[in-house]
């Protein structure tokens, strides 16, 4: 029955992956830079220059990201694949990766099968996790990253100090933005009571020479790219928002403002609306359960965490797609709290199905997809709008099954 069931989800997977694959759009790496995707541009020179460094690379962090695109160009430079070719296929690798990670956090948490597709349908049917790495898989890095943050959640909650250091080396050596982890690995050692043991003490050692490694790497990585990188200016990341901010405030007035601040909200989470509406109403359920919501809590921070950089780098068109990378963690806070909410544990396979349909409908982005299920001429509010829409179906759909279980 194990089997049959393994066999049953495996295969609702590839179902999934390949509805978005068939309906996706792929283009070149030169378009893909043309429409925003800028960072493909230093990827693609680092490749490119192998077995050598770029003569320069205007932007320092993502000469630091030199990691992964350097192991690609080898690649190709070996086999003779096109560059192209060669990060396409690294990227369908790392996203079917991606979700054989998470297929083992959802079966550590011990999910149903309905609950399951649903978690699967979160991450999948999400433009701007799957579809945004199909279309523009020159952005391998950020993928990268979003596959080690996966490993680093398995890692953390079995416990396993191999995972761990694996999903934290493979993060960080794709993207800066793993440096959050540290305060939360801190905050899981004194907080979480899976993580507590009688070797507290050892822990407690691993994880500092854990963050160690992670800032050296960072270290390391900003050492070689100070030989072809741009100016050095991460640190400036975390205070753009308030630039950004002061630069457009004093021109705005009246209902102006309003939409402005809805905008730059809107566009933060509307890569994680959806698991949000899935996972606050049975937070709220269970607010009075202090051991769930501890455990909840930190994996939401892990979350917060990640979310952190993007929203203070003040680019909210950067931030919707950057945010998503949180989604890993809400799917896994989802998984957890399924044990005790009885609408998600008893979920039946009609309502999964329908919620998994709503998202793959949502999934239709007006870049991403090649079904474009919105107009042209207004294509970020209608897409906007189908996306918050699905997510207030979803939570209607929870609310009605909830009360009906009770």
């Not at 990268?144 to 490993?151: I, N």
């Not at 998984?335 to 009609?350: E, G, N, R």
């Amino acid at each position: 029955m194990q089997i049959n069931n393994s066999i049953l989800r495996a295969s609702i997977v590839f179902f999934m992956f390949f509805t978005v694959a068939a309906t996706n759009r792929f283009v070149s790496l030169t378009e893909a830079i043309g429409n925003g995707f800028s960072d493909v541009a230093s990827y693609r020179a680092i490749a490119d220059a192998f077995p050598h460094f770029p003569e320069s690379v205007t932007m320092f962090h993502h000469a630091q990201r030199l990691f992964f695109p350097y192991i690609i160009g080898m690649i190709s430079y070996v086999s003779g694949i096109s560059i192209y070719l060669s990060f396409l296929s690294v990227t369908i690798v790392s996203l079917i990766a991606t979700l054989y990670v998470t297929d083992r956090i959802l079966s550590f948490y011990n999910v149903s099968t309905p609950l399951y597709c649903l978690c699967m349908a979160l991450l999948i049917f999400n433009p701007y996790v799957f579809r945004s790495y199909l279309t523009s898989p020159g952005m391998i890095t950020d993928l990268l990253f979003l596959f080690g943050t996966s490993v680093i959640i398995l890692g953390l909650i079995r416990n396993n100090r191999f995972i761990l250091a694996v999903g934290c080396i493979t993060a960080v050596l794709a993207r800066q933005t793993t440096v959050v982890f540290i305060p939360a690995f801190f905050l899981w050692l004194f907080i979480s009571e899976t993580f507590r043991s009688k070797h507290f003490n050892s822990k407690l050692i691993f994880i500092s020479v854990l963050s160690f490694i992670i800032i050296f790497l960072y270290k390391l990585t900003g050492f070689f790219a100070s030989f072809f990188g741009g100016e050095n200016i991460n640190y400036l990341q975390l205070f753009s928002l308030i630039v950004y901010l002061r630069t457009s405030l004093p021109d705005l007035h009246g209902a102006g403002i309003i939409y402005f601040f809805m905008n730059l909200i809107s566009r933060d989470i509307i890569s994680l609306i959806i698991p949000i509406a899935v996972l606050v109403p049975e937070m709220l359920l269970h607010r009075k359960d202090s051991e769930l919501l501890k455990q909840l809590c930190l994996m939401v921070s892990l979350a917060l965490l990640i979310m952190l950089q993007p929203v203070m780098n003040g680019n909210p068109e950067s931030a919707t797609r950057l945010v998503s990378f949180a989604a890993i963690p809400l799917v896994s806070a989802i998984a957890l709290i399924s044990d005790k909410a009885h609408s998600l544990k008893f979920m039946t396979y009609k309502h999964a199905g329908f919620m998994c349909l709503l998202c793959y409908i949502a999934s239709f982005h007006h870049y991403y997809s090649i079904i474009r299920a919105v107009l042209p001429s207004f294509v970020n509010y209608q897409f906007a709008a189908l996306y918050f829409s699905t997510a207030a179906v979803i939570f209607i759909v929870l609310r009605s099954t909830r009360q009906h279980i009770n």
